[in-house]
């Protein structure tokens, strides 16, 4: 059974800049796109960024010039910088689309202005 396991989050001040991290325990990353995904209290689980098998990335509109989304073959990564309040969330990758992964436990970002 596949785990994602997401690190790097922390509590950063406005402007700040962190990266995460998402390995897995099974080779899904060759397989599927795989994306960054991240959920505020009372909101919906919101996709802010992706990037396939061969490299083409996509972001929402929030993030789009700050957050750079990158991947190797066994860690998917999310360089975000010029971090604002609006982007504390608990930040989870999986595949996009979702296909029935588990979701791991998340890496909380707080960003204090």
């Known amino acids: 059974q596949v785990q994602l396991v997401e690190s790097g989050g922390g509590l950063v001040q406005s402007g700040g800049s962190l990266r995460l991290s998402c390995a897995a325990s099974?080779?899904?990353?060759?397989?599927?796109?795989m994306g960054w995904y991240r959920r505020t209290p009372g909101k919906q689980r919101e996709l802010v960024a992706s990037?396939?098998?061969?490299?083409k990335t996509n972001y929402a509109d929030s993030v789009k010039g700050r957050f750079t989304i990158s991947r190797d073959s066994d860690t998917v990564y999310l360089q975000m910088s010029s971090l604002k309040p609006e982007d504390t969330a608990v930040y989870y990758c999986?595949?996009?689309?979702?296909?029935?992964?588990?979701w791991g436990q998340g890496t909380q970002v707080s960003v204090s202005s």
């Open positions: 999986n595949t996009v689309p979702f296909v029935g992964y588990g």
């Open positions: 099974g080779r899904i990353f060759s397989v599927y796109t």
């Open positions: 990037i396939s098998t061969g490299g």
